[in-house]
């Protein structure tokens, strides 16, 4: 089975290093086209066996699946450019943030299956969280669609119209779980750890916490209680935490970065 991601990027590029070291393409299998030499060196330092070429378009045609890996306002000049070489047989999918279903279609002007991705850049180590919505699919692209992105991470059907809402909470939230990260940090600096250190502190840490809730299938205020002895320190942080409002801000800056 043949792959050819359009764009080579943060996403495209991690996508095509995650697939490089998984068990469903051949890395020879693999084509990332991009214009720039810079993104194709990197890929390749990951996986030598995976081809990267610059506005060389003309593995198109034999790809089994197709993703488009360029920014938004991007993909519908590359559709119309190179539409002509999709034929229905193939699977078309893009993982563009705030393009729908129903655009692609009208795009593509082909019988392709279309899916949506959502994933994030942890695709890269096979750990992202990848949503997927179809169009004109059936069971069995769907299954394989799911086979695919199950092998770099998780990966769930949804309905579309939850995109948005997936998008902010996993998609840019891996980035809000680094910046956590980089809060957590420099308060642990300002109490004498070492940067790395206390950024190995952390990363074990939420390792283990997410490792309970799932082991548990608990509720993380139930976990919380485990850990707040009363009248002990927990508290006084967590208290002190939310009195600088950090619920508010995490539910805002989700919803700030919810777009339809
Ligand atoms: N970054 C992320 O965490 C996530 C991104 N996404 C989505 O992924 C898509 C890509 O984002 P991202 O990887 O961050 O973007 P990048 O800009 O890092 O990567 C896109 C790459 O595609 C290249 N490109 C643009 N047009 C073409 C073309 N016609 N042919 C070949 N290559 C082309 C760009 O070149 P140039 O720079 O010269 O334009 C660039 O190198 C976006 O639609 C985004 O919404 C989805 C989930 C997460
Ligand atoms: O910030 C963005 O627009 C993209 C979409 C999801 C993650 N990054």
């Given at each position: 089975?043949?792959?050819?991601?359009?764009?080579?990027?943060?996403?495209?590029?991690?996508?095509?290093?995650?697939l490089g070291s998984g068990t469903i393409f051949a890395p020879q299998d693999i084509t990332v086209i991009d214009r720039n030499q810079r993104n194709i060196n990197y890929i390749k330092t990951y996986n030598n066996g995976i081809n990267g070429v610059i506005n060389d378009y003309s593995s198109l045609s034999e790809a089994d699946i197709i993703v488009l890996a360029v920014k938004p306002w991007y993909i519908q000049e590359v559709l119309e450019k190179h539409r002509k070489a999709f034929n229905p047989y193939q699977i078309i999918i893009s993982?563009?943030?705030g393009i729908s279903l129903n655009q692609l279609s009208e795009w593509i002007l082909s019988d392709s299956a279309i899916y949506r991705v959502m994933p994030n850049t942890a695709i890269a180590?096979?750990?992202?969280?990848?949503?997927?919505?179809?169009?004109?699919?059936?069971k069995e692209n769907d299954e394989l669609i799911l086979k695919i992105f199950s092998e770099l991470g998780k990966a769930e059907l949804i309905d579309e119209k939850l995109f948005p809402a997936v998008t902010s909470l996993t998609s840019c939230g891996i980035a809000?779980?680094?910046r956590y990260i980089r809060a957590a940090m420099e308060g642990g600096v300002e109490m004498g750890l070492r940067p790395d250190q206390a950024k190995q502190a952390i990363i074990q840490t939420l390792r283990g916490a997410a490792n309970l809730l799932e082991t548990n299938n608990s509720h993380p205020e139930v976990e919380i209680d485990k850990v707040t002895t009363a009248g002990g320190t927990t508290i006084k942080g967590l208290n002190e935490m939310e009195n600088a409002g950090?619920?508010?801000?995490?539910?805002k800056g989700l919803k700030a970065s919810y777009v339809k």
């Open positions: 089975m043949k792959i050819t991601i359009i764009g080579g990027g943060n996403m495209g590029g991690a996508i095509a290093i995650g993982i563009a943030s180590i096979k750990e992202s969280m990848s949503f997927v919505a179809s169009y004109g699919a059936n809000f779980a680094f950090f619920t508010s801000a995490v539910i």
